[in-house]
């Protein structure tokens, strides 16, 4: 399963592309901003990024 | 029964301490001993106050119900039967409850104070009768619970429970004298800084015992419209010499007193005569005119006492301020000082001061005459001497058989030419000359009675005598003219040396200069006229003064060129041809501040072009991130609806379909705001004002914010005027401010929106728990596409409340920004209360009368 993390601040946005992931089939993350985006990234370690 | 003592803590407002004071009397008392007892305090929840109340014996309150609520007064009957040394009563001007045994407060202590009980109590200025008219001028509140002045006056003890306005209202910031949901328009008006002073200024008057003064004073002022009749304007007579200092601080004294005054120094230079100014001194002294607020004048005039009433008339002074003169007192012959001379012309309307000062009778070198180009006096005291002189020594020495010797006989003549010569000049001196040696020779010398001379070292005797009178009488003549002209000269270096001042110091004002013009050469008009080439009308390009502006410079009385295409042209009379140098430079630095002038309003409208892009910018910076946000949200929903690829739940299908409409909402609310923004900036909003109920259009105003029912609390009384307001405008004004505060309160503190009128007002007051906003952050946040400090994630362009602001002004009311009592902003909208409803009473509620 791909993992994906999504770095978006804006609530809506998060939530559409997160359904849309989760609709795929695929692990998502979403993280608000740039630290918990490295934090997430270290330790979930996701094939892609989305912003 | 002896009576007890009343002892009364004065506060100009609520909060000051007054109620805290008493009760710190009261502990101390009961330290010492005293029977003390708390008959009735209040502290209104006031954490410090409420503290003292521990450890004092209280007496139970009597409850008494009134229309379906209870309670409770002082026990009267209670305290009597107690009978203590001394009774706390608060509030003295309060009024009992209908039922209760006397109307008023103050008489169940009157009662108390026959039974023999001290009784120790508060009051507040503003409820004194006699100050009613003044408070209600102050507060705009009709106070409605008073207390007879004798009340007070007949207290043994008044103290003044003083605060400074400052910190009353940094404790009303931090909540400690009102809770926050308590403060509404009446009493956020009474506490404005001004109201404070103006009553702090009251209590600490009627305490010293001087009302009367002030309310005569107060209601002159007020009834006076001109400024002219109550305001004093002093002008202060400069010689240029060292006392001029001590004059011009006296007359800033003078200024303070009362309601207030203008001081206007004014130097008045000879243009042809001795003049005993040293312009390092001049210039002392207009820095220190200038640093007491007031205007240094310089005018050039003859005749010292007449111009200076001149200027003084014409500025509509009330009263001059001059020093002692500083002739000593054998000067005098010379005749009355100027200080005299003013005095005497001065007329009913104009007082003048004599100050006297250190200079005072230590003499000025010379007694200047007037004019030292010789005046007539004098020609006409030189002729004299000189014709009458010889002939009144001849026969002195001829009958009074005086023999003393040619030689002293010629040596007297020559004195009396010599004083000839002083006094009128070369002409009396030659013709004293010539009749002296005649009557020498006649009359002295032997043989005497005949044109011969026997001896003829006396015929070297004569002609000597004649050679020194003449030589003599060259000199005097010739020192007369130099003094003239240095004078002349230093007049005129002074005046520009004014003139470079003033351009030092920045007077920019093309008007200014002409009318410092005007002033110094004592002109009607003064105008700067140009033109375009050799061939074009002249156009005037200022003007100051009286009459008509002429057409061309030639018209003038006087006209200075500048240049081929300006000149300056002055009318009222002819000026002499020496005083064109200093015109001349006058002129020029007219046509340097007209051009700085021209540069100057480029330069503004270079600033506003910059101001306008830097909009621009902050627009396009602004659409470009806040508007493609909500439509990548609405392509995302979109795209992933119509994938293929995908099986969408019914769930997952309305939650797209729900971020798509969120979306568009967004969109729309930022576009109309944008749009709201740039029809404000062009002018464009026309409101239509109806009549509208608050407690209708608030509401509307709410749905568009998410969950409002838990977040925004809402207390709008039905009872409230309508106002007269544009529906629509408000509806976006009050969501716009709502949606700030719900924005940046905590979770767990809703929004407290509360509407309440004062007078012809009615305001709506937002107040969110957060953060708050600085003093000096309070306006910026108005301003477009502002967010101040970190804004929280999501919507906003920074124009929400840039817009409530316009829509708000818009339709005749304001928006502004208050700290809310304990921390946090409280956002006050205040709109037109409609007129053909009777406004709301004007009247301080209940909680703020302690």
């Not at chain 2, 004298?177 to 009553?199: M, Q």
């Not at chain 2, 009675?449 to 003599?472: L, M, Q, Y």
């Not at chain 2, 700067?528 to 061309?552: I, M, Y």
Request: aromatic share 4%; proline share 5%.
């Amino acid at each position: 399963m791909t993992r994906v993390l999504v770095v978006e601040d804006d609530l809506q946005l998060v939530r559409a592309l997160v359904i849309d992931k989760q609709a795929r089939h695929h692990g998502v993350d979403a993280a608000p901003d740039g630290a918990t985006a490295v934090r997430l990234a270290a330790t979930r370690q996701p094939h892609r990024f989305e912003n | 029964m002896a009576r007890g003592k009343l002892r009364i803590y004065l506060g100009a407002a609520p909060g000051v301490g007054k109620t805290y004071a008493m009760l710190s009397e009261a502990h101390r008392r009961v330290e010492r001993g005293t029977d003390c007892v708390v008959a009735f305090v209040e502290h209104h929840a006031r954490p410090r106050t409420e503290v003292m109340l521990h450890g004092l014996e209280q007496i139970p309150r009597k409850e008494l119900a009134y229309r379906e609520t209870t309670f409770t007064e002082m026990d009267v009957d209670a305290v009597l039967a107690r009978r203590p040394q001394v009774a706390l009563v608060d509030e003295l001007a309060h009024t009992n409850i209908p039922g209760s045994r006397n109307d008023k407060r103050w008489q169940d202590v009157e009662e108390l104070l026959e039974a023999g009980i001290d009784v120790i109590s508060t009051v507040n200025i503003q409820h004194l009768e006699s100050l009613g008219d003044v408070v209600e001028s102050i507060t705009g509140v009709r106070q409605k619970e008073t207390l007879p002045d004798e009340v007070v006056r007949r207290a043994d003890q008044v103290e003044l429970v003083d605060m400074s306005p400052e910190a009353l209202r940094r404790r009303m910031a931090h909540g400690n004298i009102y809770k926050p949901d308590k403060v509404d328009a009446a009493l956020s008006n009474y506490f404005r800084p001004g109201n404070l002073t103006a009553l702090r200024e009251l209590a600490l008057l009627w305490v010293a015992d001087r009302v009367d003064e002030y309310l005569t004073e107060y209601r002159s002022e007020h009834h006076v419209s001109a400024i002219w009749g109550s305001r004093e304007r002093i002008v202060v007579g400069l010689t240029g010499g060292p006392e001029g200092r001590t004059l011009i601080r006296r007359a800033a004294r003078l200024a303070e007193k009362g309601a207030g005054g203008e001081v206007l120094a004014v130097y008045i230079a000879r243009s042809d005569g001795l003049s005993s100014a040293s312009p390092k001194e001049l210039a002392v002294q207009r820095t220190l005119v200038e640093d007491l607020g007031g205007t240094f004048h310089h005018v050039v005039g003859d005749d010292i006492p007449a111009a200076l009433l001149d200027f003084a008339r014409g500025v509509n002074a009330t009263q001059i301020v001059l020093g002692v003169s500083r002739r000593k007192s054998w000067q005098y012959v010379f005749g009355p000082g100027v200080g005299a001379t003013v005095a005497r012309e001065s007329g009913p309307d104009l007082d003048v001061h004599l100050i006297t000062h250190d200079e005072a009778g230590k003499g000025r070198g010379l007694p200047v005459a007037r004019g030292a180009r010789l005046g007539r006096a004098r020609m006409i005291w030189g002729w004299l001497v000189g014709l009458g002189g010889p002939a009144l020594l001849t026969l002195l020495l001829s009958t009074a058989a005086l023999d003393v010797g040619l030689a002293n006989d010629v040596l007297l003549f020559l004195t009396v030419t010599v004083a000839a010569a002083l006094l009128g000049g070369l002409l009396p001196a030659l013709a004293s000359a010539a009749v002296g040696s005649l009557l020498l020779n006649w009359f002295f010398t032997p043989p005497v009675h005949t044109w011969t001379i026997a001896d003829p070292k006396n015929i070297v005797a004569i002609a000597v005598f004649f050679g020194v009178a003449v030589s003599v009488a060259s000199v005097v003549d010739l020192a007369a003219r130099r003094t003239h002209q240095a004078a002349r000269l230093r007049a005129e270096s002074e005046i520009l040396s004014f003139l470079a001042g003033s351009v030092l110091r920045g007077e920019t004002s093309l008007d200014a200069l002409l009318e410092r013009v005007r002033e110094t050469f004592a002109m009607e008009s003064a105008a700067l006229l140009e033109r375009e080439n050799d061939t074009a009308p002249w156009t005037c390009a200022g003007n100051v003064g009286r009459g008509p502006v002429v057409e061309r410079p030639e018209d003038a009385d006087v006209d200075v060129p500048v240049g081929d295409h300006m000149a300056l042209a002055l009318s009222g009379r002819v000026l002499p041809a020496e005083d064109r140098r200093v015109l001349a430079a006058f002129a020029a630095q007219a046509a340097v501040v007209l051009d700085r002038q021209r540069l100057q309003s480029e330069a503004d409208q270079a600033k506003e072009l910059a101001e306008g892009n830097r909009i621009r910018t902050a627009l396009l910076a602004a659409v470009s991130h806040d508007l493609r946000t909500p439509l990548a949200g609405i392509k995302a929903s979109v795209s992933s609806l119509r994938s293929d690829d995908v099986e969408w739940s019914e769930e997952d299908r309305a939650e797209l379909l729900e971020a798509i409409e969120e979306g568009a909402d967004r969109l729309d609310h930022l576009v109309g705001n944008l749009l709201d923004m740039s029809r404000l900036q062009t002018g464009t909003v026309a409101p239509l004002i109806r009549e509208v109920d608050l407690d209708e259009v608030v509401p509307m105003a709410l749905v568009g914010i998410p969950d409002h029912d838990s977040v925004v609390v809402l207390d709008v009384p039905e009872t409230l005027p309508m106002v007269a307001v544009d529906k629509g405008l408000l509806e976006r004004a009050v969501a716009n401010v709502v949606e700030n505060a719900v924005k940046y309160s905590r979770v767990g503190e809703p929004v407290a929106v509360s509407a309440s009128a004062l007078a012809e007002r009615v305001e709506v007051r937002v107040v969110d728990r957060g953060p708050g906003v600085p003093d000096e952050a309070k306006d910026r946040i108005f301003e477009p596409f502002q967010r101040y400090g970190d804004a929280p994630r999501g919507a906003g362009v920074g124009l929400g409340l840039a817009v409530a602001r316009g829509f708000a002004e818009a339709m005749g009311g304001t928006l502004t920004a208050e700290d809310t009592p304990g921390g946090g902003l409280t956002m006050v909208l205040t709109l037109p209360a409609a007129r053909s409803h009777a406004s709301v009473p004007a009247e301080l509620p209940a909680t703020a009368r302690s």
